[in-house]
């Protein structure tokens, strides 16, 4: 049989061991605010990997033998949305497109809808459009696709 100091003794030791635990796990060091509050300066840094991707709806992703192939097909005059995502690694972020001469390039998460002029061929115009996302560590990441566009 359990009793009540045995319960309230469990309750008492439940809540030290978790303040115990909260304050071993902060990092870093105290200063002083303002007010004459102590303010906690912390280290931890994100453990995720920077990651980013070029969001369209537009963008076909596909596998053939293995190779990854994201590409967009469209006929010219068409007008296409694009856009970045990030996660992880350290921001802020900044952000650079590539345009391969469809646009001048744009130092900008999204770039939005744009209307693509660029005279194309019989067969396609191909375009290497490429996203490089970095972090405020310098850590890079590039995401890239083939754009195609064709005579209308």
Not at 47 to 73: F, K, M, Q
Not at 98 to 105: A, E, Q, W
Request: glycine share 8%; hydrophobic share 35%.
């Amino acid at each position: 049989m359990i009793t009540k100091e045995y319960c309230r003794f469990s309750r008492a030791f439940i809540i030290l061991a978790m303040i115990s635990m909260t304050i071993s796990s902060c990092s870093g060091s105290s200063s002083g605010g303002d007010d004459g509050s102590t303010v906690a300066e912390s280290n931890v840094e994100s453990t995720e990997p920077l990651e980013a991707w070029i969001v369209s709806d537009d963008l076909e992703r596909y596998t053939i033998s293995g190779n990854y192939y994201p590409h967009i097909s469209v006929n010219e005059g068409t007008w296409i949305n694009l856009q970045a995502e990030a996660y992880g690694g350290k921001p802020p972020y900044t952000f650079h497109w590539n345009m391969d001469g469809v646009l001048p390039d744009q130092d900008v998460e999204d770039i939005g809808e744009i209307k693509l002029d660029v005279a194309g061929s019989k067969y396609g115009s191909r375009f290497h459009i490429e996203l490089i996302v970095t972090d405020s560590d310098g850590e890079e990441v590039v995401d890239s696709f083939t754009l195609v566009i064709y005579d209308s």
